[in-house]
């Protein structure tokens, strides 16, 4: 770790995957992992599909995008992950040989890196705190087995209207109230829900004009009874 060490430990520190894992201790599981801080720019990737699935993250600072690619270049984004999520966790700890994805930065982000092996290898430090860090990503990977199953729920209706309200239905149930912002702008959430931008302006402008919910960019309520 470099001299931002203090700071890294502190963002490191609200992220669910160190729960229970104290101050002192998360400097020396880091040492242990060999962990480093990634800076990634606005736009530029952390993961390249066929990039080596060796290594995973935890977001420190900015969002990024799973994202993939057809064969004519049309962008599809298959999750947003926020700041303490973790970054290509699942594939690097499966074993798989390679990530079949790409993983962009939405804005300026950093990258908490750690390296597979050293999660999955016995420690030889015998540290307390790392089979608390195995148990806690557990927790995580069960949390993203719900996740995954929300988004199959979205895509699996037939309209644009009703994933999007699906959508932010789960928003809304997710954070518990009626008034929120979300994580795209337009295009990503065309890209997220797997339509066209102008059907899903299209379908914006019909249910806040129906009384669905209101809208103004990113932030949204949704009204009681709206249909």
């Keep these: 770790m470099d001299n931002t060490r203090l700071d890294v430990i502190g963002m ?21 992992l060999g962990a480093r801080v990634v800076k990634i720019d606005k736009g ?10 060796d290594r995973f993250g935890v977001v420190l600072l900015g969002s990024l995008s799973v994202v993939q690619y057809d064969a004519e270049g049309r962008r599809t984004i298959v999750k947003n992950i926020s700041e303490s999520d973790l970054v290509g966790a699942a594939q690097a700890l499966a074993g798989v040989q390679s990530f079949a994805f790409d993983v962009e930065a939405d804005e300026p982000a950093e990258v908490l890196v750690m390296r597979t092996a050293r999660i999955l290898a ?39 209207a009703e994933k999007l309200l699906t959508y932010l239905r789960g928003v ?8 929120f912002d979300i994580p795209f702008d337009r295009q990503q959430l065309a890209d997220f829900l797997c339509v ?25 309520k949704l009204y009681q009874g709206g249909r």
């Design 196 to 220: 066209e931008r102008s059907a899903l302006s299209a379908e914006i402008s019909r249910l806040v004009r129906i009384g669905s919910f209101g809208c103004h960019k990113n932030h949204f």
């Design 12 to 32: 490191a520190g609200r992220c669910g995957l160190f729960d229970g894992i104290g101050r002192g201790d998360l400097e020396s599981l880091f040492s242990c």
């Design 122 to 160: 016995p420690c030889e430090n015998a540290c307390r705190f790392h089979a608390r860090l195995v148990r806690n990503l557990m927790s995580s990977f069960a949390a993203k087995t719900l996740e995954l199953n929300r988004k199959i729920d979205i895509l699996s209706r037939r309209t644009t």
């Design 172 to 179: 809304a149930a997710e954070r518990g109230t009626r008034e």
């Design 44 to 53: 530029r990737a952390f993961i390249r599909v066929g990039d080596k699935a």
